[in-house]
């Protein structure tokens, strides 16, 4: 049976009316930015899923590409390339030419919110976005959390219950009752890198993890 059809949100998708208007005035401000719903990032056929929670500004927001432009794209795509998920160079900008392998990337609310913090309605318009992507990946086996947020809205979307057996922990690797696994980590922001809750070698444990259970092709 066929894996049922992905359609990513319109770029004028007006589920959640905070987030257009502040999309609204950044348009205004910098129209050259893409300030649009952000589209996921790599092939529906991947195994691995990585999600974080929201486009960062001058990150995904600005290029229209998840994590590419902001410090937490360097270290997700560093890791993702050192760990064979990647393959060419990453150069901060959609056009250089960087492919993911056997990965795939989104965000559990895919528009800008201000201040990086979505409300609870806002979640609830765009997880059917992250659900259906989910159901559209027949090979998935790992999804990745950047952060107790995105790990949350992951638990949603799948009807994870009850959710609170399965707790965040950076490096844990959970075992869901649809027998996907999914594999917690802090988020690879500045924030949390500049404040040493998250070194690079924490990171890739993570990711040294997940390639242990899918071995390259």
């Known amino acids: 049976m066929a894996a049922p059809r992905f359609e990513e949100p319109p770029l004028d998708c007006p589920r959640c ?26 092939a529906l056929d991947a195994r691995l899923l990585i999600v974080g929670l929201a486009p960062g500004m001058r990150g995904a927001n600005r290029t229209g590409r998840p994590f590419t432009g902001d410090y937490a794209g360097d270290l997700l795509y560093s890791t993702l390339l050192k760990f064979g998920f990647a393959t060419g160079t990453y150069g901060a900008d959609p056009a250089d030419g960087l492919r993911l392998a056997d990965c795939r990337i989104a965000n559990a609310v895919r528009c800008l919110p201000p201040e990086n913090k979505p409300l609870p309605i806002e979640f609830t ?4 976005f992250i659900q259906s992507e989910i159901a559209g990946m027949p090979g998935l086996r790992v999804l990745v959390a950047l952060g107790k947020g995105a790990h949350d809205q992951i638990l949603r979307a799948l009807a994870v219950r009850p959710a609170g057996a399965y707790p965040f922990i950076h490096g844990r690797l959970h075992t869901l009752p649809n027998g996907l696994l999914l594999a917690d980590s802090y988020h690879c922001s500045r924030y949390n890198t500049n404040t040493g809750r ?11 993890g997940i390639r242990r259970v899918l071995p390259a092709a």
């Open 125 to 128: 318009a765009c997880r059917p």
């Open 198 to 208: 998250l070194t690079t070698a924490m990171f890739h444990e993570v990711f040294a």
């Open 17 to 42: 009316p905070r987030l257009v208007a502040f999309l609204d005035e950044l348009r205004a401000l910098h129209p050259d930015w893409k300030n649009a719903p952000v589209r996921s990032f790599g």
